[in-house]
Nanobody, 114 residues
Framework: QVQLVESGGGLVQAGGSLRLSCAASGIIFSRTSMAWYRQAPGKQRELVAVITTDGSTNYADSVKGRFTFSRDNAKNTVYLQMNSLKPEDTAVYYC????????WGQGTLVTVSS
């Protein structure tokens, strides 16, 4: 059974930083590419970033240069360092193992005030 536990969200002023974490279990973590998604109020869930098994990353244009996705295979955990936050980054953030269609965590809420 896949379990994903996101944490690290909160309320921050525009320009501030947060670091999200996601602990995964029930998967062969080191062999699984991971992604962060987010869903803003009234909007569809969108892909934010992907990290492959070798640590290569890709980012949505809206976060490129501000967010950094990393992984620690020893801890089965991924991280999303978010800098220079903007009000439009406000959303619930979810991590997801690629290839596991139904696997979603509870998400962590990020609120950026202007």
């Amino acid at each position: 059974q896949v379990q994903l536990v996101e944490s690290g969200g909160g309320l921050v002023q525009a320009g501030g930083s947060l670091r999200l974490s996601c602990a995964a279990s029930g998967i062969i973590f080191s062999r699984t590419s991971m992604a962060w998604y987010r869903q803003a109020p009234g909007k569809q869930r969108e892909l934010v970033a992907v990290i492959t098994t070798d640590g290569s990353t890709n980012y949505a244009d809206s976060v490129k240069g501000r967010f950094t996705f990393s992984r620690d295979n020893a801890k089965n955990t991924v991280y999303l360092q978010m800098n220079s936050l903007k009000p439009e980054d406000t959303a619930v953030y979810y991590c997801k193992p690629l290839g596991y269609l139904e696997a979603w965590g509870q998400g962590t809420l990020v609120t950026v005030s202007s």
